[in-house]
């Protein structure tokens, strides 16, 4: 059974900054995309950041120059850099993987979420 396990979320103050980590575990073959979406309360879950297999990176525009999305592919692991946080960054982030090829077939997952605050 393929799982995302996010860590890293906590309470931060505006200007400070936080790493969050997602490991999928289970017995996977192979993982497209890897990335963060978030969601604050009271507003519809957006995409955050995304990384390919491969290493290209996508990030949304609220974002850019302050997040940065890596990935270890041998450890399942996707990472979340973020800095110059802002009290609109405070949000519940979701970690997901894409076409996830395992034993159970291929499907896309998602983690159960971790919170973000940040507090001006």
């Known amino acids: 059974q393929v799982q995302l396990v996010e860590s890293g979320g906590g309470l931060v103050q505006a200007g400070g900054s936080l790493r969050l980590s997602c490991t999928a575990s289970g017995a996977i073959y192979s993982i497209d995309a890897m990335g963060w979406y978030r969601q604050a309360a009271g507003k519809q879950r957006e995409l955050v950041a995304s990384?390919?297999?491969?290493?290209?990176?996508n990030y949304a525009d609220a974002v850019k120059g302050r997040f940065t999305i890596s990935r270890d592919n041998a450890e399942k692991t996707v990472y979340l850099q973020m800095a110059s946080l802002k009290p609109e960054d405070t949000a519940v982030y979701y970690c997901y993987a894409d076409r996830v090829r395992s034993w159970g077939g291929t499907n896309d997952y998602w983690g159960r979420g971790t919170q973000v605050t940040v507090s001006s």
């Open positions: 990384v390919s297999s491969g290493g290209s990176t």
